[in-house]
């Protein structure tokens, strides 16, 4: 294995990309995890609820979601946003 010396504001340079790379791959991921989409039985799986409160979910359009033929599609983003407006935080 070879030893590469590098002067110091060269290193901290590279130390500086590296960062940025690390950021940009972030943010990356987090829009897609945000724009993924999702199968119905998944989201009713991760909301914890039965089929026919699911349902009244979509019948009542609580939930965005889209419907290609049967398939029924729920963006994780839209999930999440459901969630975040029905947290109840603890009193403490």
């Known amino acids: 294995m070879a030893m590469v010396v590098l002067p110091k504001s ?7 990309d590296l960062q940025e790379v690390k950021e940009l791959l972030t943010q990356k991921n987090t829009e897609e995890v945000e724009n993924e989409w999702i199968e119905s039985v998944k ?17 009542r359009r ?7 033929g049967r398939k029924i599609l ?6 999440d946003a459901f969630m ?3 947290y109840v935080s603890s009193s403490k």
Do not use: C, N
């Open 10 to 16: 060269v290193w901290q340079g590279v130390k500086e």
């Open 43 to 59: 989201a009713r799986k991760m909301l914890g609820v039965s089929p026919k409160t699911w349902q009244t979910y979509r019948d």
């Open 62 to 68: 609580i939930i965005p979601f889209a419907q290609i």
């Open 74 to 79: 729920v963006k994780k983003a839209d999930l």
């Open 84 to 86: 975040q407006e029905h």
